[in-house]
């Protein structure tokens, strides 16, 4: 259901919107799948921190590609203002649930994310070229947080007591700053 959730729901707005088809209805229509997605969203966060279950989240067919683009989506300008923030609100918590997959995760958990674009991620997460609801300083200071402790982990290897262990990752650390250059944040 949550994958089925995900891909409808969020995926169906989107083209919709795109194709500047999407009537007032069918807006005020999708605000509570949008808000359904998004407690889907925080509930699997929860459970990925209070159970680490990252390793079985990883294994479901299409729920990793699902957060990435997810969390990766760009909002665009809507007449109402509610939807752009309850997109907004799907695109936090689908980063979330990457970052404790990545904060809960062992050496292939990091390979599966670097492999399915999470550098893409976390490059977006603090440029402010990342389209409205992007600009704030708190957001950009703990996305840039997050990405050097996420590099500083693939070229050094993690050991901690409290997370998984995995040795340095080269290869993955060069590919994710290959993403983030290519999505140009290295820049902003």
Request: aromatic share 10%; with cysteine; glycine share 6%.
């Amino acid at each position: 259901m949550f994958i089925t959730l995900l891909d409808f729901s969020f995926t169906d707005s989107y083209t919709k919107n795109k194709q500047g088809k999407q009537n007032e209805q069918q807006e005020s229509e999708s605000i509570p799948s949008l808000v359904e997605i998004s407690s889907t969203l925080h509930y699997l966060r929860n459970q990925i921190w209070n159970n680490n279950i990252s390793k079985s989240v990883i294994q479901i067919p299409k729920l990793l590609r699902s957060l990435i683009t997810l969390a990766t989506f760009r909002i665009g300008t809507h007449l109402r203002e509610e939807i752009d923030r309850e997109r907004i609100e799907v695109r936090h918590w689908s980063r979330q649930c990457l970052i404790s997959i990545q904060g809960y995760g062992d050496e292939q958990d990091q390979s599966e994310l670097v492999n399915q674009g999470y550098g893409r991620v976390k490059s977006l997460s603090f440029s402010t070229a990342g389209g409205k609801g992007e600009e704030y300083d708190l957001d950009i200071y703990y996305g840039l947080h997050d990405i050097s402790t996420f590099l500083r982990e693939l070229h050094e290897g993690r050991n901690d007591d409290w997370y998984p262990s995995f040795q340095p990752l080269p290869l993955l650390a060069r590919s994710s700053e290959e993403q983030i250059v290519e999505e140009g944040s290295n820049e902003d």
